[in-house]
């Protein structure tokens, strides 16, 4: 009984361990934003930061330029690009990296 307790312990230390592994992986897509939006908080740009932004304003805004209502040079084409399952999880992702 022991030895399954023991188990059970490690098993679930395991998986909170590699919990922060897995969330920290950019989904796909993630990456091209950093080529105009700053990847960290300590940098400062024109373009704005996206790292711990709200996700539904991410998603929102992302859709307001795949539809036009919001203009722009290049984020209209390039929101057109990805799903809206995409620009969820992207958003998503933006909003928990600090």
Known sequence: MNARLLAVAVFGLAAIALAPAVAAEAPPGAASCSGCH???A???TAVPRLAGRNAGELTAQMQAFRSGERQATVMDKIAKGFSDAEVQ????WYAAQH
């Open 89 to 92: 999880a992207i958003a998503a």
């Open 42 to 44: 300590g940098v400062d």
């Open 38 to 40: 700053a990847a960290n």
